[in-house]
């Protein structure tokens, strides 16, 4: 993934399950005057019922919705409506599909310790059981070039921090 590129036409917040992609994208996207997409939205439901069975999505499960959310995110970048994109994007791989040859795409890596994410797992109502946390760091391959945000600092003051990197130097 290259560095942000000048100017970002597109964000994809990525991070394992529970690390605030979603609660940091949609107040980044508010901050920006963006769109906003979660990835989660768009999992076929054989994938939504996999992890509800605390069964860890394989590479072939996660292919076709990451070519969908790729199409979704082609579509905003090519019609100038920029976008943030929440979606765990765990490999290089994937975020090399997400990514594809659009220029402007720019990537912010949401994490912090897995203690944290637990503890913030446990707390909310969702699909996702926390119990596939473990299974996420498995796959996660953290990024070499993104704008890191330390997910126990508040949204609040992730944001303006993240707006300016995205404006550049
Ligand atoms: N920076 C933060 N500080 C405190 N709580 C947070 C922060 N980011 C997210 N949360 C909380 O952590 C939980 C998981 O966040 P969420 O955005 O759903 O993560 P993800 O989309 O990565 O699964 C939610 O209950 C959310 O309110
Ligand atoms: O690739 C995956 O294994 C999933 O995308 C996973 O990382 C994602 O986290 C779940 O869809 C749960 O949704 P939350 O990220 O909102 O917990």
Redo the contacts with the bound molecule.
């Keep these: 993934m290259p560095s942000p590129p000048q100017p970002a036409r597109a964000v994809i917040v990525m991070g394992?399950?529970?690390?605030g992609?979603?609660t940091l994208g949609r107040a980044l996207a508010a901050h920006l005057g963006w769109a906003f997409l979660?990835?989660?939205d768009l999992?076929p439901p054989r994938?939504?019922e996999k992890?509800a069975r605390v069964e860890?999505?394989t590479d072939e499960d996660?292919q076709p919705?990451l070519e969908t959310l790729h199409a979704r995110l082609a579509a905003h970048v090519q019609a100038g409506n920029p976008l943030v994109l929440?979606?765990?994007a765990?490999k290089a791989r994937?975020r090399r599909t997400l990514t594809g040859d659009l220029d402007g795409v720019a990537l912010v890596f949401a994490h912090g310790p897995r203690d944290v994410i637990a503890a913030r797992?446990q707390g909310r109502n969702?699909?996702?059981p926390p119990s596939?946390l473990d299974s996420?760091f498995a796959?996660l391959e953290p990024p070499a070039q993104a704008i890191f945000a330390d997910i126990r600092r508040p949204v609040a003051e992730l944001v303006p921090g993240i707006a300016a990197a995205l404006r550049g130097p």
Excluded: E, I
């Design positions: 394992v399950s529970g690390s992609k979603t979660d990835a989660d999992h994938n939504r992890m860890p999505l996660r919705w929440a979606c765990s765990l994937y797992m969702h699909f996702m596939l996420q796959a």
